[in-house]
T-cell receptor, first 112, second 116 residues
Framework: SQTIHQWPATLVQPVGSPLSLECTVE??????LYWYRQAAGRGLQLLFY??????ISSEVPQNLSASRPQDRQFILSSKKLLLSDSGFYLC???????????FGPGTRLTVL | AQKVTQAQTEISVVEKEDVTLDCVYE???????LFWYKQPPSGELVFLIR??????QNEISGRYSWNFQKSTSSFNFTITASQVVDSAVYFC?????????????FGGGTRVLVKP
């Protein structure tokens, strides 16, 4: 069966520090991968998605970037965090059927 | 462009009451998927149901039921005999078929609070 992992689960970082969040999927090949952000009490905002290794599409201009170094690995990064980067970051995947997105447990990021 | 509207931001009920969550969507495509996800306090989004635009049959799964009406562009969700564990934020979403990257358009979510 397929599973999705995200780490870390929680993170507290100072403003201006770098960021690296990791997402990995098991049990599937060539998934589409997605990064979402959810600000406190708000809806879901799609940040990036990838349909294959090295292929990244950005949905919202910001100081974040994404990379997909391996088929089932998706990384969200920042060189310098802003206060506004605080939020809940969710990774999702969609398999070969390309019909349903399944979400990981999320990373709660607080920038102080 | 597609749009999903969940007009109810928060609903509060007492345990065992029924609760219906409204979802209205807009799309120019004739082929699309509709979804409901549940987000409990832990934060993870849990997939509940996917509906194909060609399948207007209502569906029931335990205490959950869904009413899809293409004529009114609505995909409503009812929880029967609500329980405290149903307390969560529920999101309705739309995906056009085919769609670049198979992206989802989410509604703003409805927070359901079930009181004992």
């Amino acid at each position: 069966s397929q599973t999705i992992h995200q780490w870390p689960a929680t993170l507290v970082q100072p403003v201006g520090s770098p960021l690296s969040l990791e997402c990995t999927v098991e049990g599937t090949s060539n998934p589409n991968l997605y990064w979402y952000r959810q600000a406190a009490g708000r809806g879901l905002q799609l940040l990036f998605y990838s349909v294959g290794i090295g292929q990244i599409s950005s949905e919202v201009p910001q100081n974040l970037s994404a990379s997909r170094p391996q088929d089932r690995q998706f990384i969200l990064s920042s060189k310098k965090l802003l206060l506004s980067d605080s939020g809940f970051y969710l990774c999702a995947w969609i398999g070969e059927a390309k019909d349903t997105q399944y979400f990981g447990p999320g990373t709660r990021l607080t920038v102080l | 462009a597609q749009k999903v509207t969940q007009a109810q931001t928060e609903i509060s009920v007492v345990e065992k009451e029924d609760v219906t969550l409204d979802c209205v969507y807009e799309t120019r495509d004739t082929t699309y998927y509709l979804f409901w996800y549940k987000q409990p306090p832990s934060g993870e989004l849990v997939f509940l149901i996917r509906r194909n635009s060609f399948d207007e049959q209502n569906e029931i799964s335990g205490r959950y039921s869904w009413n899809f009406q293409k004529s009114t562009s609505s995909f409503n969700f009812t929880i029967t005999a609500s329980q405290v564990v149903d307390s969560a934020v529920y999101f309705c979403a739309l995906s056009e078929v085919p769609a670049a990257g198979n992206k989802l358009t989410f509604g703003g979510g409805t927070r359901v609070l079930v009181k004992p």
